[in-house]
């Protein structure tokens, strides 16, 4: 029966073409994935950290804690072999540690864990790493705003690396906050209002004015003062309690570090 011949013949070639059609969709889809991947990592670790290499400051939370450091486009001296370690202590994400030059009595008296820090390397998305003597991890600081970059370590706290180059040519005025701002938590409706004012209590600190209803967010006693530390507004009372903002873009100030209970500062109407 002729009719029966078409489909037959379409079928036995599509066997035999088949095999080869998924070869070859599956070496274009391999081929598209490596050039892709080569395009989001391009660039070799001496770029990378040619790129970060610069004069830092790294902070506590507070601010009040520093430790001038620079990292360096020279390589450092390498780990003891089979030193690093899986887990939390990974190696170098680039393949390459770079050095990194501070004063170590002064800075291990201000962060505690500086007295770890061996070497450094330039991570995803333009992190920065600091390594121990082993090539593990120390902290990992991803990159924010205005020169700055965050790390949180697991039991110990919130810590910066700010670039002042980078933080001064960004760096927010006095001027640029004086005025009225409303005071919001996690839900993100008002609770309240401040008045960063201009006047000076003493050098490079202003006075402030918060709304009595203020206290259900910033505690029983209220700031009285606000300053600009880093390139961060810190509202500050008497006794030296301090509430830190960083700023976003979207012109607002959010409280950092971020816990279990955010606070937003963002223009009054």
């Known amino acids: 029966m002729p009719q029966a011949h078409g489909?037959?013949?379409?079928?036995?070639?599509?066997?035999?073409i088949a095999p080869a059609l998924f070869a070859a969709a599956l070496l274009v889809s391999t081929l598209?994935?490596?050039?892709?991947?080569?395009?989001?990592?391009?660039g070799t670790p001496a770029e990378a950290?040619?790129?970060?290499?610069?004069?830092?400051?790294?902070?506590?939370?507070?601010?009040?804690?520093?430790?001038?450091?620079?990292?360096?486009v020279k390589r450092a001296k390498e780990a003891p072999r089979g030193a690093a370690a899986s887990g939390p202590g990974a190696a170098a994400p680039l393949g390459a540690s770079f050095a990194i030059d501070f004063d170590r009595p002064a800075c291990a008296a201000a962060i505690l864990f500086s007295a770890d820090i061996a070497s450094w390397a330039p991570g995803a998305g333009n992190s920065i790493h600091l390594l121990n003597g082993a090539g593990q991890?120390?902290?990992?600081?991803?990159?924010?705003?205005?020169?700055?970059?965050?790390a949180l370590r697991e039991g110990d706290g919130v810590y910066?690396?700010?670039?002042?180059?980078?933080?001064?040519?960004?760096?927010?005025?006095?001027?640029d906050l004086v005025g009225l701002w409303e005071l919001a938590d996690a839900t993100g409706t008002p609770a309240c209002r401040v008045r960063l004012a201009e006047e000076t209590l003493k050098p490079g600190v202003y006075r402030l004015?918060?709304?009595?209803?203020?206290?259900?967010?910033?505690?029983?006693?209220?700031?009285?003062?606000?300053?600009?530390?880093?390139g961060d507004l810190v509202?500050?009372?008497?006794?030296?309690?301090?509430?830190r903002f960083a700023s976003s873009e979207d012109g607002a100030w959010a409280k950092v570090p971020e816990d279990s209970r955010p606070l937003l500062l963002s223009r009054a109407p």
């Open 7 to 16: 489909p037959l013949i379409s079928s036995r070639l599509l066997g035999k």
């Open 32 to 42: 598209g994935s490596s050039a892709g991947a080569q395009g989001a990592g391009s």
């Open 49 to 72: 950290a040619g790129q970060l290499a610069d004069a830092y400051r790294l902070t506590n939370a507070d601010g009040d804690r520093v430790c001038p450091l620079t990292l360096s």
């Open 137 to 150: 991890l120390v902290a990992e600081f991803t990159e924010g705003v205005g020169g700055n970059w965050e």
């Open 160 to 175: 910066f690396l700010v670039n002042p180059r980078l933080a001064d040519s960004a760096t927010t005025q006095p001027g």
């Open 209 to 230: 004015a918060p709304d009595p209803a203020c206290a259900a967010l910033l505690g029983r006693t209220l700031p009285d003062r606000w300053r600009l530390d880093g």
């Open 235 to 243: 509202l500050e009372t008497a006794g030296g309690n301090r509430v």
